[in-house]
């Protein structure tokens, strides 16, 4: 047995970890753009990252380590991803952490932003050493990390375990465009100060990130940059395999469901739950071509409960499935039924005022097996264009 | 050796082939929404249809007559798909048919519009009783199948052998949303007087249908719809198998591109050409990725000469590809090259300026085998949510 609680702060009401986030001149304004994670001691780390074929220079950095190494230090920009640049990329990371003032083992560099430019070095170099590695202000860090992030994610947790022993897990992440199925520009980063065993912390990461990062969808884009670092200092003494399972799935859904409430121009964060399919492959195919087709995604955004979209999407989807046997529902309102016409405008009235909420799910019964997943997805309306219009990613 | 010549007309203008269309009650404000293609002796057809698993009715019953049937009448109505319709959608169209005092036989129906809602079937079938079936007047149909389309679609095309002899081939289509690789909601109806045997009929529709409607995506939605149909009546006693496969192949190019240019919303028809991927398979699925993705669609509206966007999602389609081989152009401006930063000032104003026009080509070079592809897409702006957010499919 043991307890989950959220509680307020940020990463660093964990013990021993420190962050803060400051302006280097990357953004314009004064928005803060460069932030730090710090340890004061050496953490243990592992790590998801995207599946594009271009990984992006901070990723081949990272790789670079040898497996089961440990850091004290985490840097992380936004309006530049180091993408796309080449050796050189990489060569700017060594120059940037090779010149930093602080006292740094195995140094992570974390960027988002525009693909194909290099790195303004000098400024981060300039601004990585004005930190000042005893700072708590997870709030900063949230915020430098942005991008089109309409808000800061966060979020924290303490676990009790019977024997009286206790640790905590907090997230700091930045979501909005790109994100789709297989990671996206998403970064998460999950500081603990729980004892896990090294050989724990991808299996618990792996196991986790197939139901939350992988299931959502803004736009069915995968970045270049797509990171999630679990960090582990270790400090509490406290571990049970099973609520740390319970709790990273706990942060990891929250930071996803976060990020599926800020796709760019979201308004609704929808679940579409496909169950009784042929098999649970075969519900999720289904359920993430519903969370990445135009077609719902504007009739959502629109507020028309459209089934037929809904209904053509899972054929499209090429999944097994009969008309005969499929059954679609907004929450609880029916609106088609094994090919019976049951949508009287009563029906419709009702399924139209589901789609009014900023949540809800869209549930198909396929009928034809036991298989299910949910894929999560939001809305796309005009401020989607409009974003990635002008932005030059 | 033959001869091509786009030829002035419409389908009607093949000996033998008559059509119409008129306003039977479907649509609103007296617009066309029902025609007929008529043919005065039977011919041979051969059709593609959707590879969504939720077929429409007119599908299903199309599919009901033994292979190699002869028909003479195409019933086409736009404004309601007859699809999620069930065994009553198909018992719909046999009460069509036998209401209809024209003497018809194998008679075809093709629909398009909402899903779900049953065929306003007395509507139809007063529409349908009141055709002239020697009316000549394909500019008619061509507006009668539109829904969201914003003109119509229509080629016609005379080939002359080098016996002196001579047939005609002519198509007429809708287009528009749910455009996709694989079929969409298009329906296209393709006429010839060519003696073609019917055994080359479905086997040259088949080799043309890859490169051609295969190879576009508006929205990369597959409607439930979807059908090409290749009527034959063989009055011209004039064939030649390599002429026909070639003068096919413009016509299913034709009216792809026409499709593609009507995307909804569209200003911008994009060729995305991969070459020297690993294979024609993987070069297929780099084009596609491309002709999908909504960062790309977004970029392209924004004449954004983004290639930051072009390469991500080439990575994120997993073929096999190296930053370090890879040249992204916009028609003849290098954008990136092999890793190096070729993106100058003034390569940007120059890509920029490639971006304005209503035509053009993105190539990506993976440099990494001899595969080829071609993909057709567009851009994606506020009109196509407008749209998509008001147009109950």
Redesign the interface.
């Known amino acids: 047995m043991f307890t989950i609680l959220p509680i307020k702060g940020f990463i660093d009401s964990i013990d021993g970890f420190y962050c803060d986030g400051i302006h280097a001149g990357l953004k314009p304004k004064g928005n803060k753009d460069l932030g730090f994670i710090y340890s004061d001691t050496l953490c243990d780390v592992k790590a998801v990252f995207t599946?594009?074929?271009?990984?992006a220079a901070p990723l081949k950095h990272y790789q670079n380590y040898e497996k089961d190494f440990q850091t004290n230090f985490v840097l992380v920009n936004s309006k530049n991803?180091n993408?796309?640049?080449?050796?050189?990329g990489i060569d700017d990371i060594n120059e940037i952490f090779s010149s930093l003032n602080h006292e740094i083992t195995n140094p992570i560099m974390s960027s988002t932003g525009?693909?194909?430019?290099?790195l303004p070095k000098q400024k981060i170099i300039d601004g990585a050493n004005s930190f000042d590695l005893s700072s708590k202000n997870g709030e900063n860090l949230s915020q430098a990390i942005m991008t089109t992030d309409a808000f800061p994610k966060t979020c924290l947790y303490e676990v009790k375990l019977e024997d009286g022993s206790s640790f905590k897990i907090g997230a700091v992440a930045k979501g909005a465009?790109?994100i789709?199925p297989?990671l996206a520009t998403m970064l998460c980063f999950i500081c603990t100060d729980a004892a896990i065993p090294t050989e724990d912390m991808q299996e618990l990461l792996d196991v986790n990130i197939h139901t939350t990062f992988n299931a959502i969808s803004v736009?069915?884009?995968?970045?270049?940059n797509d990171t999630v670092l679990l960090l582990a200092n270790k400090k509490s003494n406290s571990y049970d395999k099973e609520a740390f399972k319970e709790v990273l799935r706990l942060v990891m859904h929250d930071m996803a469901m976060l990020m599926v409430a800020d796709g760019e121009g979201a308004k609704k964060a929808v679940a579409f739950e496909v169950i009784n399919a042929a098999s649970n492959e075969e519900a999720e195919i289904a359920a993430k071509a519903l969370s990445?087709?135009?077609?719902v995604k504007?009739?959502l955004?629109?507020e028309?409960p459209?089934?037929?979209?809904i209904?053509?999407?899972?054929?499209?989807?090429?999944?097994?499935?009969d008309?005969?046997k499929l059954v679609i529902s907004y929450n609880d309102v029916v609106v088609?039924n094994k090919?019976?016409?049951v949508?009287t405008k009563e029906v419709e009235a009702a399924a139209g005022k589901v789609l009014q909420n900023d949540k809800f799910k869209v549930i198909c019964d396929l009928g034809v097996g036991e298989g299910t997943f949910t894929a999560y997805g939001c809305d796309?309306?005009?401020r989607?264009?409009?974003i990635?219009?002008?932005y030059?990613?």
Chains 1, 2 share one sequence.
């Open positions: 599946l594009n074929k271009f990984q991803a993408a796309l640049t080449g050796q050189k525009v693909i194909g430019n290099p465009g790109m789709n297989n736009d069915g884009d995968t970045s270049t990445n087709s135009l077609l504007t009739a955004f629109g028309d459209n089934f037929g979209r209904a053509s999407t899972i054929g499209a989807s090429r999944v097994f499935c008309d005969s088609f090919g019976e016409i949508f796309l309306g005009y989607y264009v409009e990635n219009a002008d030059r990613t």
